[in-house]
């Protein structure tokens, strides 16, 4: 592989190396955006995001309320019915990258199941895809989640309970190099991506499997009103993000992913007869960087009878992380981002619920992408069916 090679790779700027027993290893430049105006001005445009590395993104979504058993396993089966149906969409950087915008689709199916008098088992599945960037970093995961649900007090229509969660996935990843920009395709006028880049190029893929255990307690106050708050901790077994073998004398350097803890919580709260505040927050804490989303939506009911249900809300929400940004002398400057605010809607028909938001981008990247981020589709629908001994439960 050739030493020069230069490649943007979900929001980062990497230049991969090659080392004897391994596929490479990667040197994060901590640059989300580059625009190539000669030799002497490669790069122009310097931005710094959350630095995660090559082998070490984990997905996320604005709306995360509505994406549950990506949050938090225990939260599988915590519903007001039986089964639950959820799909989202979310789209990022389009105006930047004008091609290999980034994409994540994901979709996911959970029930409960009564146990004993009053607690609940779940089980669901997900299957998420993720693509990014002009070469092509895509992830494919399916992934299986359980949950017992203990209730610790109360009643049907007022309780506590404690819910413990486990989900196990099956994962791909692979990179499409033969799409980079070389070094030798780096011209005074610009880049030439038809002369020849680097011969020795190949696509490294792989699978490793994935362990995350959670927590959850949430308490219901009567039908309108509940709280919750949880945390859950993902990759527990720490995968490689590499497939080289260690062979003695080839200075092999593992890259495993780093354990990731999610602390979140939320709740509806009835602000007189018909509406609603719907607050919530969620922290990723993984390795030395870290990702706080909170806000609230108000939810006004259109109309609530016993066989029609109808609102709809609108929300403001905000997305802060850690930076590192490189000064001169090749001095790192960390401190806090101000990453995106986030405006979301949704409207809830009876059993199913839709859901958009649109990421307003306030990191130095606006001057590049006109303050445009993301935006995100989501829909969940609910099967209810009878049930004898239902409680509430937070609405998701």
């Not at 994962?171 to 030798?184: E, K, P, Q």
């Not at 619920?353 to 969940?380: K, M």
Request: glycine fraction near 10%; proline fraction near 5%.
């Amino acid at each position: 592989m050739n030493d020069n090679c230069i490649c943007i790779i979900n929001n980062y700027m990497f230049k991969p190396v090659m080392k004897k027993g391994m596929i490479f290893k990667v040197h994060a430049v901590n640059l989300a955006f580059c625009k190539i105006v000669g030799m002497r001005k490669l790069l122009k445009t310097l931005v710094f995001l959350l630095p995660f590395g090559l082998w070490a993104q984990d997905i996320h979504f604005s709306q995360f309320y509505m994406s549950p058993l990506n949050l938090n396993p225990a939260l599988t089966g915590v519903m007001n019915c039986k089964m639950r149906f959820i799909a989202n969409y979310r789209n990022q950087w389009a105006p930047v990258l004008k091609t290999g915008s980034f994409n994540t689709f994901n979709a996911s199916f959970d029930q409960k199941i009564p146990v004993s008098r009053y607690d609940y088992f779940g089980f669901g599945g997900t299957l998420w895809g993720d693509k990014a960037g002009s070469l092509d970093f895509r992830t494919v995961s399916f992934k299986l989640s359980g949950s017992y649900a203990k209730r610790m007090s109360g009643s049907r229509t007022s309780s506590n309970y404690l819910v413990f969660g486990l989900d196990g996935s099956l994962n791909s990843r692979a990179v499409n190099f033969h799409n980079a920009l070389w070094g030798n395709q780096i011209t005074p006028n610009g880049p030439n991506p038809g002369s020849i880049g680097d011969p020795t190029t190949y696509d490294p893929s792989f699978i490793f499997a994935d362990i995350s255990v959670g927590l959850l307690w949430f308490s219901v106050l009567d039908k309108k009103n509940n709280f919750y708050f949880g945390g859950s901790y993902s990759h527990l077994n720490e995968p490689l993000q590499n497939n080289a073998k260690n062979v003695s004398g080839n200075n092999f350097s593992a890259a495993p992913l780093f354990p990731k803890l999610a602390v979140h919580a939320g709740g509806v709260f009835q602000m007189g007869y018909k509406n609603s505040l719907v607050p919530g927050i969620v922290s990723f804490f993984q390795g030395p960087h870290w990702q706080v989303n909170g806000g609230t939506s108000v939810r006004f009911n259109v109309s609530q009878t016993k066989n029609d249900e109808q609102s709809f809300q609108l929300g403001l929400w905000a997305r802060l992380a850690n930076s590192e940004k490189t000064e001169t002398g090749n001095q790192l400057k960390r401190g806090i981002l101000m990453d995106a605010l986030i405006l979301s809607t949704r409207f809830d028909y009876n059993k199913m619920g839709f859901g958009l938001s649109y990421d307003i981008n306030t990191s130095s990247l606006r001057q590049a992408s006109a303050a445009n981020n993301s935006f995100e589709l989501s829909f969940i629908y609910n099967i209810c069916g009878p049930e004898k001994r239902g409680i509430y439960c937070p609405n998701f």
